[in-house]
Protein backbone atom coordinates (compact mmCIF):
# COMPACT_ATOMS: atom_id res chain seq x y z
CA UNK A 1 0.00 0.00 0.00
CA UNK A 2 1.53 3.33 -0.91
CA UNK A 3 -0.12 6.79 -1.01
CA UNK A 4 0.85 8.78 -3.64
CA UNK A 5 -1.00 12.05 -2.44
CA UNK A 6 -2.29 13.49 -5.66
CA UNK A 7 0.68 14.19 -7.58
CA UNK A 8 2.64 11.54 -9.86
CA UNK A 9 6.08 12.49 -9.86
CA UNK A 10 9.10 11.01 -11.76
CA UNK A 11 10.25 9.67 -8.57
CA UNK A 12 7.01 8.05 -7.90
CA UNK A 13 6.95 6.18 -11.46
CA UNK A 14 9.08 3.45 -10.44
CA UNK A 15 6.60 2.30 -7.73
CA UNK A 16 3.68 3.01 -10.32
CA UNK A 17 5.47 0.05 -12.72
CA UNK A 18 5.60 -2.21 -9.84
CA UNK A 19 1.64 -1.74 -8.35
CA UNK A 20 -0.64 -5.03 -8.80
CA UNK A 21 -3.65 -2.87 -8.14
CA UNK A 22 -4.01 1.95 -8.03
CA UNK A 23 -7.06 2.93 -6.33
CA UNK A 24 -7.60 6.50 -6.93
CA UNK A 25 -9.90 7.97 -4.57
CA UNK A 26 -11.95 10.84 -5.14
CA UNK A 27 -14.39 13.31 -3.21
CA UNK A 28 -17.76 14.33 -4.94
CA UNK A 29 -17.01 17.91 -5.83
CA UNK A 30 -16.50 19.48 -9.09
CA UNK A 31 -12.35 19.83 -8.21
CA UNK A 32 -11.81 16.65 -7.49
CA UNK A 33 -13.49 15.11 -10.25
CA UNK A 34 -11.37 17.25 -12.62
CA UNK A 35 -8.14 16.04 -10.72
CA UNK A 36 -8.88 12.17 -10.93
CA UNK A 37 -9.82 12.88 -14.64
CA UNK A 38 -6.48 14.59 -15.48
CA UNK A 39 -5.01 11.34 -12.80
CA UNK A 40 -6.56 8.63 -15.47
CA UNK A 41 -5.63 10.56 -18.58
CA UNK A 42 -1.64 10.58 -17.35
CA UNK A 43 -1.90 6.97 -16.50
CA UNK A 44 -3.51 6.19 -19.82
CA UNK A 45 -0.28 8.17 -21.55
CA UNK A 46 1.53 6.42 -18.98
CA UNK A 47 0.30 3.00 -20.72
CA UNK A 48 -0.81 2.11 -16.97
CA UNK A 49 -3.34 -0.61 -17.07
CA UNK A 50 -6.30 0.80 -16.73
CA UNK A 51 -7.77 -2.92 -15.78
CA UNK A 52 -5.76 -2.78 -12.35
CA UNK A 53 -6.88 0.77 -11.90
CA UNK A 54 -10.43 1.45 -9.37
CA UNK A 55 -11.68 4.37 -8.72
CA UNK A 56 -13.36 5.05 -4.80
CA UNK A 57 -15.72 7.72 -3.99
CA UNK A 58 -14.63 9.47 -0.13
CA UNK A 59 -17.07 11.20 1.93
CA UNK A 60 -19.81 10.05 0.26
CA UNK A 61 -23.46 12.31 1.74
CA UNK A 62 -26.51 14.57 1.17
CA UNK A 63 -24.37 17.51 0.63
CA UNK A 64 -22.07 16.81 -2.03
CA UNK A 65 -21.94 19.24 -4.98
CA UNK A 66 -21.75 16.72 -7.28
CA UNK A 67 -23.37 12.67 -7.24
CA UNK A 68 -21.27 9.58 -7.79
CA UNK A 69 -22.96 9.05 -11.34
CA UNK A 70 -21.58 12.63 -12.34
CA UNK A 71 -18.32 11.33 -11.04
CA UNK A 72 -18.53 8.42 -12.96
CA UNK A 73 -19.52 9.86 -16.45
CA UNK A 74 -16.52 12.86 -15.42
CA UNK A 75 -13.98 10.32 -14.81
CA UNK A 76 -15.26 7.27 -17.03
CA UNK A 77 -15.08 5.25 -14.84
CA UNK A 78 -17.22 2.95 -12.38
CA UNK A 79 -17.20 4.41 -8.53
CA UNK A 80 -15.94 0.44 -6.85
CA UNK A 81 -16.37 1.79 -3.45
CA UNK A 82 -18.55 4.79 -1.61
CA UNK A 83 -17.42 5.59 1.82
CA UNK A 84 -19.70 7.88 3.78
CA UNK A 85 -19.55 10.86 5.64
CA UNK A 86 -18.64 10.34 9.04
CA UNK A 87 -17.31 14.02 10.43
CA UNK A 88 -18.48 13.16 13.82
CA UNK A 89 -16.88 9.86 14.09
CA UNK A 90 -13.86 11.01 12.55
CA UNK A 91 -12.86 13.46 14.91
CA UNK A 92 -13.79 11.44 17.83
CA UNK A 93 -11.41 8.55 16.54
CA UNK A 94 -8.36 11.38 15.97
CA UNK A 95 -9.25 12.21 20.08
CA UNK A 96 -8.95 8.80 21.46
CA UNK A 97 -5.85 7.49 18.86
CA UNK A 98 -8.33 4.62 17.50
CA UNK A 99 -8.93 3.84 13.59
CA UNK A 100 -12.78 4.87 13.12
CA UNK A 101 -13.84 0.89 12.12
CA UNK A 102 -12.73 -0.42 15.65
CA UNK A 103 -14.60 2.95 16.95
CA UNK A 104 -17.92 2.24 14.93
CA UNK A 105 -17.37 -1.07 13.69
CA UNK A 106 -21.31 -1.39 13.05
CA UNK A 107 -21.45 1.63 10.74
CA UNK A 108 -21.42 2.02 6.96
CA UNK A 109 -18.24 3.11 6.84
CA UNK A 110 -16.49 -0.09 8.58
CA UNK A 111 -18.81 -1.92 6.35
CA UNK A 112 -17.54 -0.29 2.75
CA UNK A 113 -14.18 -0.42 4.14
CA UNK A 114 -13.76 -4.01 5.40
CA UNK A 115 -15.80 -4.81 1.60
CA UNK A 116 -12.51 -2.69 0.22
CA UNK A 117 -10.46 -4.27 2.43
CA UNK A 118 -11.18 -7.49 1.53
CA UNK A 119 -11.53 -7.08 -2.24
CA UNK A 120 -7.87 -6.08 -2.00
CA UNK A 121 -6.78 -9.11 -0.21
CA UNK A 122 -8.77 -11.11 -2.12
CA UNK A 123 -10.13 -12.58 0.67
CA UNK A 124 -13.72 -13.29 2.08
CA UNK A 125 -14.90 -10.43 4.22
CA UNK A 126 -14.18 -11.21 7.95
CA UNK A 127 -17.43 -11.20 10.23
CA UNK A 128 -16.86 -9.62 13.82
CA UNK A 129 -15.73 -12.81 16.29
CA UNK A 130 -18.70 -12.96 19.09
CA UNK A 131 -16.20 -11.19 21.29
CA UNK A 132 -15.65 -8.07 19.13
CA UNK A 133 -19.29 -8.06 18.89
CA UNK A 134 -20.27 -7.82 22.67
CA UNK A 135 -17.30 -5.47 22.67
CA UNK A 136 -18.95 -2.58 20.51
CA UNK A 137 -21.77 -1.82 22.26
Known amino acids: LFDFGSVIDPLKLPILEK ?39 NRVGPRTSITADELEKAVGKTVAYRFPEVAAGVTEALAQGMPLV ?19 LKTPR ?12
Open 19 to 57: LDQLTLIATLDVPSARRTSQMFTLLEHLDFPMVRTNLVA
Open 102 to 120: ELQPRSKFAAEMNDWVAAL
Open 126 to 137: KEMSLWQRLKSR
